[in-house]
């Protein structure tokens, strides 16, 4: 298992994103949370199996679908804790 969280940046606010990373998090069984930041990026908290998870990033950072645009993906580990489930945060 491994950890990581994400600071994603683009045009990432107001298309779906947050509810595009939630589709893809549980169709790859990846537990944890989503939610916009005030300075416009997405936040990103993830935990799955390494590679899945290897794999759910590469996705995020590729996204160029509709009105949605990546343009840069931070990525940093932390400690495992243990999600039990995918979540959009509002907070």
């Known amino acids: 298992m491994k950890r990581v969280s994400m600071i ?4 990432v606010q107001g298309v ?3 509810y595009y990373v939630q589709d893809i998090a549980e169709d790859m069984r990846i537990t944890g949370w ?3 930041l005030p300075d416009g990026t997405v936040e990103i908290d993830a935990e799955g199996k390494t590679d899945v998870l290897e794999t759910f990033i590469r996705t995020i950072s590729n996204t160029r679908q ?3 645009q990546v343009r840069n993906v931070h990525v940093q ?3 495992v804790c243990g999600y039990s489930i995918f979540t959009i945060r509002r907070d």
């Open 66 to 68: 509709g009105a949605i």
């Open 77 to 79: 580990e932390k400690e």
């Open 16 to 18: 779906g994103f947050r």
């Open 8 to 11: 994603v940046s683009g045009q």
């Open 34 to 36: 989503v939610r916009n």
